[in-house]
């Protein structure tokens, strides 16, 4: 297991620049965006795909820095109901794979998209209770639709090697680890999480048990290291499910936090010891969307916490149970 970072909020700064920075801080590994929501200010994917000598040239700069790529990032929604706007993020995605793969990039981090309520509808429809009976309907079609899509989106994933790690996030179908598994069974075992536990706080999930629910399934592809705080006061008023503007920080039920501002030290001491005991060894990779901080203090801050937190050796035998 190993700290890396989400490289979005470095994206003001040349890669070489944000490499440079992040190798001087301890990280060891980099999540680049390469199109949707994180952009692609660091990895222009279309410049990349198929140019040997751009590829090159990317791996002379991460063996600069000793930096490897944990993951290649395109977070948009290909089951929109605009058929525009589907096409795109498909694209998106099986650009990225087939780039992760020239790249021997093994996974890409992604969401999973929300459809319509309906094939007549026009936009994305996210539902989180089955009544009136019409919504329980509308979450059938879209799970119908979904499994349609990734079914044929997995065997590309498998053609190429490549594993897709979905987040499990709000407004989208898949959004809890229930609804992972699902899409997963239907599907193929590339299809896996992108662990992303700041979603699932706010959610009332226990991440640990959530790390074991999936890591006993083998389907935790990648792991983001984000924390969230709830701010009780609020949301024992008005729950939640917070449409609050983000940047409105003093009346939101709950906000996203540096590493160790929504969690103590010992909890992420606890998430990684359990990742470790379903076999995850991959990147801890910091997603930085603390507003109350800057991006490179939050980053820091996120390192600092993490490095005391990773085990730098295999675990050992347990000599005293001979």
Known sequence: MYIGVLTVPLGGESLADALSYLDDIGVQGVEIGVGGFPGDDHLDRRAYLGDESKQAQLHDLLDEHDMQVSALATHNNPLHPDEETAEEADTELREAIELAAQLDVNTVTCFSGLPAGGPNDEVPNWITAPWPTEHADAHEYQWDVAIEYWSALAEFADDHGVDMAIEMHPNMLVYEPTGMLKLREATN?????????????????????????????DAIHHFHAKDTKVYEPKSRIKGVLDTTDYADEPNRSWLFRSIGYGHGESHWKDVVSTLRMVGYEGALSIEHEDSLTSSREGLEKAVDVLGRAVFDTKPGEAYWAE
């Open 189 to 217: 075992d590339r299809i896996g999480a992108n662990f992303d536990p700041s979603h699932l706080y706010w959610q009332g999930i226990e991440v640990t048990d959530a790390i074991r629910f999936l890591g006993t399934e």
